[in-house]
């Protein structure tokens, strides 16, 4: 886990990947999958820009509070396969892991996916389930 900063931030990445997180006090972050940002959105209140794998058009969105807030466009999809490595503890398989900014693009990517299936769902529903669960106990794979 990467360690940067006051806060440990979950999926961190040197290079440029699909999914930026921008921070009130530290600028431009990226992370390795869509799902990071929810997770680091759990200790610190963020900006996002995450691209669609497909098309390229940018989904963008707040977190604030540990609430989705202004997300556009209205309903990305998040495709994301969470592995459980021990009772309890959770972490993800980013390069299964991705926001789409449509269900077309989605459904477009999952006719090629050819790895474990995943659960669909909505940004603000998937961290409404995040906050069921201790933080510290979710971490990439
Ligand atoms: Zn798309």
Redesign the pocket.
């Known amino acids: 886990m990467a360690f940067y900063g006051p806060i440990r931030l979950v999926g961190f990445s040197d290079i440029p990947t699909l999914y930026r997180m921008i921070l009130p006090e530290r600028g431009d972050v990226y992370v390795m999958c869509g799902a990071d940002i929810l997770i680091n959105g759990l200790k610190t209140d963020l900006r996002a820009e995450a691209r669609?794998p497909?098309?390229?058009?940018v989904t963008r969105f707040h977190v604030d509070n540990r609430r989705i807030e202004d997300l556009a466009p209205k309903d990305p999809a998040l495709h994301v396969v969470e592995l459980e490595q021990a009772p309890g503890r959770m972490s993800i398989k980013c390069d299964s892991t991705h926001i789409?900014?449509?269900k077309?693009?989605l459904t477009k990517w999952l006719s090629n996916y050819t790895g474990k299936p995943g659960l669909v769902i909505s940004l603000p529903e998937y961290m409404d389930s995040l906050n069921k669960r201790p933080p510290r106990k979710v971490s990439p794979a």
């Open positions: 669609c497909i098309c390229g058009t789409f900014d449509k077309d693009c």
